[in-house]
């Protein structure tokens, strides 16, 4: 037998069980095998989604009011980095209560309340601000990833507006609005780490390794260089400017960009020309933290 169509404004979405039966759909077509029940009471015509936003497109008529995304799910939606293996392993999506409603609790849906988080619409969806996230995330994430998502935050790693640009006095508010929290006092220590100028997790993973290694000096963060003559050499990703040392993160992007490579190559060779050292850094030095730590003893300068 021929399944019924369904009502035009269900299709294609997903939809709460209750909605369709009060639009005359009957209960046998809601058990239909060409439906999806991603939660209970809600049915979806789509396919399986793999992609968070999808995932939380099809939540949102469950929801209600005072309710939004929030910790590590806000914080992938406004493009704000995860640390990988936490991301692969906490699948579930978060969501807070801002109201008298308690929290979610669903296969799936890890609940939180709050009663004082900013709610913002982003995506098509409610969501807490970037720099709520951020703090929200202190709960689970170590110092170094707090680092990062701070870093990306002052900078401009978002492709999303509100998660891009913030300034250290805003996070420094929120730090401050966290205390007595679960998560402040790795807020507060990854606070201090925070800097302006950082462009990728790479960047800031490999910076926070050499100041952490035999007590060496903060190196400068992407600046513009030049040459005794005023010639542009270029932007290191760290610089020593004083002792005429760079140190790039190559990333494997110098792989697949013809162009990229070339350009790398000829900005080196401008820096040599003026008298510059280039220590370059791969993914595997930064797994390698011995054999890397011995290379920055011996070509950067250590703290004063």
């Not at 077509?29 to 015509?45: E, F, M, N, V, Y």
């Not at 925070?194 to 993973?205: I, M």
């Not at 610089?239 to 490579?261: M, N, P, Q, W």
Request: glycine share 8%; net charge positive; hydrophobic share 35%.
């Amino acid at each position: 037998m021929q399944k019924k169509e369904l009502p035009a404004e269900l299709r294609g979405t997903a939809f709460r069980v209750s909605d369709a039966l009060e639009s005359g759909v009957a209960a046998h077509r809601l058990r239909a095998l060409d439906l999806r029940s991603p939660h209970s009471g809600l049915r979806s015509t789509g396919e399986t989604p793999t992609d968070l936003l999808t995932r939380c497109l099809e939540l949102v008529p469950l929801l209600g009011e005072g309710r939004c995304f929030s910790h590590i799910t806000a914080a992938q939606l406004w493009g704000l980095p995860v640390p990988l293996g936490t991301a692969l392993h906490d699948t579930n999506l978060h969501v807070t209560s801002t109201g008298p409603t308690r929290e979610p609790r669903r296969p799936g849906i890890t609940g939180h309340r709050s009663a004082d988080a900013l709610v913002m619409n982003h995506l098509g969806l409610p969501i807490v601000s970037p720099l709520r996230a951020w703090g929200q995330c202190a709960e689970t994430f170590g110092v170094d990833d707090l680092v990062i998502m701070g870093d990306a935050l002052v900078s401009k790693w978002s492709p999303h507006r509100p998660a891009r640009f913030r300034t250290l006095r805003q996070l420094a508010q929120l730090a401050q609005r966290w205390e007595g929290r679960r998560g402040a006092l790795a807020l507060r220590e990854a606070l201090a780490l925070v800097r302006l100028r950082s462009w990728s997790p790479k960047e800031t993973e490999l910076r926070l390794f050499i100041v952490r290694c035999g007590r060496l000096e903060p190196p400068e963060l992407n600046r513009r260089m030049y040459a005794a003559d005023g010639s542009y050499l270029g932007r290191p990703d760290l610089a020593y400017r004083d002792r005429k040392i760079g140190i790039e993160y190559e990333g494997d992007y110098h792989l697949v960009s013809a162009s990229t490579f070339r350009s790398d190559i000829a900005r080196r060779e401008r820096f040599a020309d003026d008298g510059w050292r280039t220590l370059r850094v791969t993914g595997d030095d930064l797994a390698s933290p011995a054999e890397l730590e011995s290379r920055c003893r011996r070509f950067l300068p250590p703290a004063p």
